[in-house]
């Protein structure tokens, strides 16, 4: 019944989680911050992938998303949950209110727009220092717990972050495969072909956006809870290229190219770690190589194995 | 009464009038074609009748009601659906999803029904699909279903946007030079393609160079030259019309049919 295109990237996934368990902190660490990327760039991937826009402001609202939590868990006596819950309906609001202006500009003059909304966002996680204690950041946030129980371990963690990615990712592919996820594959492909078939383009790019929104925030959340303690410099330009890189080299518009981006990009670093100063080298030239030979990123390879039966270009 | 009402419509781009106080009206189920030389402005015509440019001065009622500036897919969604002289396919997409799409304006269902996939969306989403297949067999591109949608040949680009276009359900549709590129066996199978759908019921309006295609299907003729409306009449009418020959006569084509 269920594909194994589904089924193999959920067993890998669990299978490295096991991996990660079993080798110890640093591991699970570093695989905790892929599964929180990785819901990061699911919502990334709606809105760049499936409804073909630009944005490089997405860091603002895992902002929103990671002091929200912060203060209200570390500071007001919140439950991670309820936190999560609210910071997120805040950044949809606030991604509302962003989006509505700005995504009636078209290109490069939108991509600007995110940007700014971006670096706009960091300038106030610094300056606001009442609020987010600037440069010094934010520690004492509890970890996750869920119905009340406290997932003290970062192993406990990493089991729930990895039930929280695949269950971001099985949304977004319900989401896709429906009416509204074909009108955002259709401003993809034509804004002309699709405001003559009747889709409202303004409201579709924005319900797309705030979609996008609400991923961040989780993440933001996802990441304070995980790592305890968050300062301006998470949510800064690096994040973005970071998500990037991830999104395109896991491939953009598939369902698990931004988990399997975002696992490499993680993981690659750390394995690399032996070779000393050769290491930045040898991590760039494997990026390149990846988008030399896998220029739909690395999720689009698997239409390779897929050839002559209906060649479903997108679902990978 | 008609279904499309155009009643003094002036388009100016700057110092150029693309389209000089057009009056005509389309009565449901009709088959009327507007032709004229290059740059006469028919597209231009069509933009604004579909609502991608408001009309300088002058209506556009659709249906009875004033459709005069309102958006694109307002207009689209009211059953006005057009299709492009540039085809406009989704072209990373399947042939099959290419169709897909242009079910959305008869669909329903947003972010919620996506997410909770009831029965009732369920079903949809199968007649959405066999839509779609009966659509492709309709134009004959079942068997390229499933191909991207960019890897037809461009005379097949055409015709699978002008299924796209069928799958909105249109009460009035317009092609835009729907013939241009297309070799005689193509021509000739879109013909039948554009008579059949017009005796479904559709009431179509057809821009079309190609002079044989539009004397065989059309019921009734505009003429535009320069912007402006030069005669309006039966295909044998304007065949005889002296303001038609003269105009086709200074420019390169002609009415031979
Ligand atoms: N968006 C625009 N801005 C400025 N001028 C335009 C625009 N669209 C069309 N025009 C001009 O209006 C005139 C009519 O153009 P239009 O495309 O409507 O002609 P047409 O009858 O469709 O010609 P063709 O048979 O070549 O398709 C032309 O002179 C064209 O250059
Ligand atoms: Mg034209």
């Known amino acids: 019944m269920i594909p194994w295109r589904t089924l193999l990237p959920i067993a890998a996934a669990i299978v490295l989680t096991g991996i990660g368990l079993l080798s110890g902190s640093y591991a699970v660490t570093v695989l905790g911050f892929a599964f929180i990327y990785t819901i990061f760039c ?57 989006g509505y202006p700005t995504l009636r500009l078209r290109g490069h003059y939108l991509a600007m727009a995110t940007f700014a909304l971006g670096l706009i ?45 695949l269950f971001g990712i099985f949304i977004s592919n319900r989401l896709r495969q429906s009416r509204f996820g074909r009108a955002l594959a259709a401003i993809a ?12 383009i303004a409201r579709c790019k924005l319900i797309a956006f705030v979609i996008a929104a609400l991923y961040a925030s989780a993440a933001g959340s996802l990441f ?37 981006g975002a696992i490499i990009v993680s993981i690659l670093p750390e394995a690399l770690r032996g070779l000393q100063e050769m290491q930045d080298i040898a991590y760039t030239a494997i990026l390149i190589f990846i988008l030399i030979f896998a220029p739909r990123g690395l999720a689009g390879l698997s239409s390779l194995f897929a050839r002559g039966k209906s060649r479903k270009l997108e679902e990978a | 009464m008609a279904l499309l009402s155009v009643q003094n419509e002036t388009k100016r781009f700057g110092g150029l009038l693309a389209n000089d106080a057009i009056s005509f009206d389309v009565k449901e189920g009709e088959l009327l074609a507007v032709i004229g030389p290059n740059g006469a402005g028919k597209t231009t015509l069509f933009n604004v009748i579909s609502g991608f440019f408001p009309p300088t001065t002058g209506s556009i009622h659709f249906d009875g009601r004033d459709i005069t500036g309102a958006s694109p897919h307002r207009v689209a969604s009211s059953g006005l659906i057009r299709t492009y002289q540039l085809v406009q396919l989704f072209k990373q997409l399947t042939v099959l999803e290419n169709v897909e ?17 009831p029965p009732s969306m369920r079903r949809q989403e199968e007649e959405v699909r066999a839509t779609a297949r009966e659509l492709l067999r309709f134009v004959g591109l079942e068997k390229q279903a499933d191909m991207p949608a960019d890897s037809l040949p461009y005379g097949r680009q055409r015709l699978l ?44 309006i057809l821009i079309e160079h190609d002079m044989s295609l539009v004397m065989q299907i059309a019921q009734r003729i505009v003429v535009l030259d320069f912007g402006r409306k030069i005669a309006e009449g039966t295909p044998d009418e304007i065949k005889a019309h002296p303001d038609v020959i003269a105009a086709y006569l200074g420019g390169t084509e002609t009415l031979d049919a």
């Open chain 1, 42 to 98: 699911t919502g990334l991937n709606f809105f760049m992938g499936y409804t073909g826009q630009a944005s490089f402001g997405q860091s603002a609202f895992a902002a929103i998303g990671g002091y929200g939590s912060a203060i209200l868990c570390a500071d007001y006596g919140w439950g991670p949950l309820p936190a999560l819950i609210v910071t997120m309906v805040i950044s949809g609001i606030a991604a509302l209110l962003v």
């Open chain 2, 101 to 117: 799409i242009g079910s959305h304006r008869v669909t329903e269902g947003g972010v919620f029904s996506a997410l909770l996939r």
């Open chain 2, 161 to 204: 946007e002008v299924a796209r276009a069928l799958a909105a359900k249109p009460r009035l549709l317009l092609l835009d030079e729907p013939a241009a590129g297309l070799n005689m066996q193509e021509t000739a199978a879109l013909a039948e393609v554009i008579r059949r759908i017009h005796a479904g019921g559709t009431t179509v």
């Open chain 1, 224 to 260: 304070a809870h995980f790592v305890g303690f968050i300062s301006p410099e998470v949510f800064g330009v690096t994040m973005v290229v970071q998500s990037f890189a991830m999104l395109y080299l896991g491939g953009i518009g598939t369902t698990w190219g931004p988990m399997i």
């Open chain 1, 189 to 200: 492909g034509s804004e002309a072909a699709a405001r003559a078939l009747g889709i409202d």
């Open chain 1, 121 to 165: 966002v960091y300038e106030i996680s610094i300056e606001w220092t009442s609020l987010t204690q600037g440069y010094m950041g934010y520690s004492g946030v509890p970890p996750l717990s869920l119905l009340g129980y406290e997932l003290g371990t970062v192993e406990q963690q990493l089991v729930a972050l990895l039930v929280l990615a």
